[in-house]
């Protein structure tokens, strides 16, 4: 492949995908390959042709104004590069294709062969009863089973339809490419995008999988103030609030209150990433 040339001799790489729609509630997952490119001035490598692989009517092309001047847009599937001071990123974002899923796929996956990255970060989200006044839950999974060990998750058992990062999950598993998938739990009540609560999530257990420090920028703020305006809006229907207070009662119940073990591995990631910003 031409545009794989520009993706050799990157330094200890590894991929985060993530791809808008099925996979994407509230957008969180693809806002943090959103938040990466803009913090980190992500290089554009090349764009997947989309004649090939979007229906226009599904995913319209979109009019921006840019330097005074009116630009169109097309939908498409980006690949950029990050230079952290780690490793290298590889970035890979889009709407999830609307067509010919196997030639799109084998795509990726010859500039993934080329890339030789040491892990694949796939990212999505869903929408849950989870109760937006209360951490975000973030399932994970990886394969093969030793890497799953090793990060402490699952190795995935799931049966049933699935996305583009589904698919792209089993062609990483096929050719024991490493591969883990975060998935972050989204409120249905307040899914509309952006979350910057769910994104955040996201890229802290990208940190964690990739044992890298991520600049948040404001993303925090956001976060919070994201919370303060859902508070705002529930106070103002009582049967909704109702309706949240049981969420949270439900949680509770099945998420122990955090013991001596748990906040003592917290403050340790916690210091290792602090460490890791100031070396």
């Known amino acids: 492949m031409a545009e794989a040339r520009g993706l050799t ?9 993530a791809f808008g729609g099925w996979n994407d509630a509230a957008e969180a997952a693809s ?28 995913n319209r092309p979109a009019l921006k104004l840019h330097e005074g001047r009116r630009v169109l847009e097309w939908p498409t599937t980006e690949v950029l590069v990050a230079h952290l001071e780690e490793r290298d990123l590889v970035l890979i974002g889009g709407p999830e294709p609307n067509y010919r899923w196997q030639t799109f796929t084998a795509r990726l996956m010859s500039m ?53 990062v589904g698919v792209l999950a089993s062609e990483c598993e096929r050719i024991d490419l490493p591969v883990v998938s975060l998935w972050a739990s989204v409120p249905h009540y307040v899914s509309e995008p952006p979350n910057p609560k769910a994104t955040l999530a996201l890229l802290a257990r990208v940190e964690d999988v990739l044992s890298l420090s991520l600049d948040s920028g404001d993303m925090a703020e956001s976060a919070t103030a994201w919370m303060t305006q859902v508070d705002e809006l529930v106070a103002e229907d009582p049967d909704i609030a109702g309706y949240i207070s ?12 955090p013991n001596g073990d748990s906040i003592a591995a917290e403050f340790e990631r916690y210091l290792r990433r602090r460490n890791r910003r100031r070396s």
């Open 246 to 257: 049981a969420l949270e009662e439900r949680r509770d119940e099945v998420t122990p209150p």
């Open 112 to 164: 993934l062969r080329s890339v030789k990255p040491e892990m694949v970060v796939l990212l999505g989200a869903m929408l849950t009863d989870a109760p937006h006044s209360r951490p975000v839950p973030v399932a994970g999974s990886a394969r093969p089973q030793s890497l799953a060990d090793d990060l402490g998750l699952e190795a995935s058992n799931y049966e049933g339809p699935t996305g583009i």
């Open 31 to 58: 806002g943090v390959i959103d938040h990466l490119v803009d913090q980190y001035a992500a290089e554009l490598m090349f764009a997947i042709d989309p004649e090939e692989y979007y229906d226009f009517q599904v």
């Open 9 to 17: 001799g990157l330094r200890n790489p590894a991929v985060v995908a």
